[in-house]
């Protein structure tokens, strides 16, 4: 089962920037949390950010913060990754995933407890 929705992937030359959407349908995840991780080739899986839902407060991997931002929609069950500046080492595929019964302030980290999307390719060119 599909439990998130991403879109916005593609191919993208470096210094670009590109906007991911994830949908959570008919569900929503008040008093959690939902957020980014990417796999890029040959690497495991890596947390990007994470929103809490209700607060809006935000936490995201230091190497990432300053060229990437999430945001959420309440009204839309919808989280945004706007990702700006974009790297090569960016490349990878990205995943939307969401905690989706309250896990705590470590939701992130317990990736078999959280329900996913199937992930879109990001793809930055030299």
């Known amino acids: 089962q599909v439990q998130l929705v991403e879109s916005g992937g593609g191919l993208v030359q470096a210094g670009g920037s590109l906007r991911l959407s994830c949908v959570a349908p008919?569900?929503?995840?008040?008093?959690?949390?939902m957020g980014w991780f990417r796999q890029a080739p040959g690497k495991e899986r890596e947390f990007v950010v994470g929103?809490?839902?209700?607060?809006?407060?935000?936490i995201y991997a230091d190497s990432l913060k300053g060229r990437f931002t999430i945001s959420r929609d309440n009204a839309k069950n919808t989280v945004y990754l706007q990702m700006n500046s974009l790297k090569p080492e960016d490349t990878a595929v990205y995943y939307c995933a969401a905690d989706p019964v309250g896990l705590g302030s470590k939701w992130y980290a317990n990736y078999g407890s959280l329900y996913w999307g199937k992930g879109t390719q990001v793809t930055v060119s030299s």
């Open positions: 929103i809490n839902w209700s607060s809006g407060s935000t």
């Open positions: 008919g569900r929503t995840f008040s008093g959690s949390a």
